[in-house]
T-cell receptor, first 113, second 112 residues
Framework: AQSVTQPDIHITVSEGASLELRCNYS??????LFWYVQSPGQGLQLLLK??????LVQGIKGFEAEFKRSQSSFNLRKPSVHWSDAAEYFC???????????FGAGTTVTVRA | DAGVIQSPRHEVTEMGQEVTLRCKPI?????LFWYRQTMMRGLELLIY????????DSGMPEDRFSAKMPNASFSTLKIQPSEPRDSAVYFC??????????FGQGTRLTVV
């Protein structure tokens, strides 16, 4: 069975500071990995995805994530956060032969001025 | 492309009433999902359709919940009778291949 763990429920970061959100997954084969962002009252928007190839993937809004197979991790990073990055972030895993996604519990990011 | 369209955006109903949530997937997407989001349980997959056929409904909580997809452009999620513990945000999502899943803005259901 596939599962995702996001160890941090809530992170507070200063505007302009760097941000890293952790994600660990459990899956028997090579997974498809995703990061989604949810702003208040909105649906989920895809930030980036990893299927294969280069383990460092670039996404929208200046985010990047690195796939580390040895650590079963897919951490999300942003070098300098903006107040508009305050949102909830979800890591998700899915099999390559199916469309079902399993989501982590989410990490809420608060940006202070 | 208007994206995945859900209606209503907000629904308040009394316990015991029937509730119907609606979803219009993105044209050309052949898979549709219904998710439920709560503080306690996070995002849960309720049911998944492929080419209008239910593939996996193992996440549907109980018989009070039912979902249909009569054609490629419309799906409903019905709760009858509704209970306060059904209060949540319900998301519809559609896709045509892994990594292309698009989510609607959700329906916030409150059962009082």
């Amino acid at each position: 069975a596939q599962s995702v763990t996001q160890p941090d429920i809530h992170i507070t970061v200063s505007e302009g500071a760097s941000l890293e959100l952790r994600c660990n997954y459990s899956y028997g084969a090579t997974p498809y990995l995703f990061w989604y962002v949810q702003s208040p009252g909105q649906g989920l928007q895809l930030l980036l995805k990893y299927f294969s190839g280069d383990t460092l993937v670039q996404g929208i809004k200046g985010f990047e994530a690195e796939f580390k197979r040895s650590q079963s991790s897919f951490n999300l990073r942003k070098p300098s956060v903006h107040w508009s990055d305050a949102a909830e972030y979800f890591c998700a895993v899915g099999p390559s032969n199916d469309y079902k996604l399993s989501f982590g519990a989410g990490t809420t990011v608060t940006v202070r001025a | 492309d208007a994206g995945v369209i859900q209606s209503p955006r907000h629904e308040v109903t009394e316990m015991g009433q029937e509730v119907t949530l609606r979803c219009k997937p993105i044209s050309g997407h052949n898979s549709l999902f219904w998710y439920r989001q709560t503080m306690m349980r996070g995002l849960e997959l309720l049911i998944y359709f492929n080419n209008n056929v239910p593939i996996d409904d193992s996440g549907m909580p109980e018989d009070r919940f039912s979902a249909k997809m009569p054609n490629a452009s419309f799906s409903t999620l019905k709760i009858q009778p509704s209970e306060p513990r059904d209060s949540a945000v319900y998301f519809c999502a559609s896709t045509y291949s892994p990594g292309t899943t698009s989510f609607g803005q959700g329906t916030r259901l409150t059962v009082v």
